[in-house]
């Protein structure tokens, strides 16, 4: 069964504090990953697409990661305006579902 | 641009009754998905399309339908609605599904059925 699992569940960080969210797959194929931003009462925002192992992309303090099992979202000295919840999601070959992990709350406090 | 819209944004149901959420988007998208989204439970996936005309099962299509009459709707119906179904839905579309096509989002609609 495909499967996207994120970890930690809530995440509470010092301004400054750097820190990475992960978040695993288990897919019979993977065609993209993506990372976005949620914030309460609002959809989802993109923040990047990853699609072979091994890709970096940056923006601003974040940094995503791939591998051929994993993601990771790095986030360097945030600043209280970085909280939100961080989401993962992966678009299958097979068919182009795209589904979802639970999410990490992140909370950064000044 | 106004890029994806949902339509109602709230709206409180009796347990039996039934509604259609609308989703217009204005990119010219081919795909276009609806979720639901509840507290621990992440984005689920209820139904997709990846064209006018064509629709498949997500991950948790029951007591759900859904039409894509027009490339720029996509409708989700409830026909008899249950407590379960209180949530937010969210509507998206992309492109085509290569590697570097991101979901656009709408902004959700608050459904409480009673």
């Known amino acids: 069964e495909d499967q996207v699992t994120q970890s930690p569940e809530a995440l509470r960080l010092q301004e400054g504090e750097s820190s990475s969210l992960n978040c695993s797959y288990t897919v019979s194929g993977l065609r993209g990953l993506f990372w976005y931003r949620q914030d309460p009462g609002k959809g989802p925002e993109f923040l990047f697409t990853?699609?072979?192992a091994g890709e970096e992309k940056e923006k601003e303090r974040l940094k995503a990661t791939l591998t051929k099992k994993e993601s990771f979202l790095h986030i360097t000295a945030p600043k209280p305006e970085d909280s939100a919840t961080y989401l993962c999601a992966v678009r299958l070959n097979r068919d182009d579902k795209i589904i979802f992990g639970k999410g990490t709350r992140l909370h950064i406090l000044p | 641009n106004a890029g994806v819209t949902q339509t109602p944004k709230f709206r409180v149901l009796k347990t039996g009754q039934s509604m259609t959420l609308l989703c217009a988007q204005d990119m010219n998208h081919e795909y276009m998905y609806w979720y639901r989204q509840d507290p621990g439970m992440g984005l689920r996936l209820i139904h997709y399309?990846?064209?006018?005309?064509?629709?498949a099962k997500g991950e948790v299509p029951d007591g759900y339908n859904v039409s894509r009459l027009k490339k720029q709707n996509f409708l989700l119906g409830l026909e008899s609605a249950a407590p379960s179904q209180t949530s937010v839905y969210f509507c998206?579309?992309?492109?085509?599904?290569?590697?570097?096509?991101?979901?656009?989002f709408g902004n959700g609609t608050r459904l409480t059925v009673t």
């Open positions: 998206a579309s992309s492109y085509p599904g290569t590697g570097d096509s991101p979901l656009h």
């Open positions: 990853l699609y072979s």
């Open positions: 399309s990846v064209g006018e005309g064509t629709t």
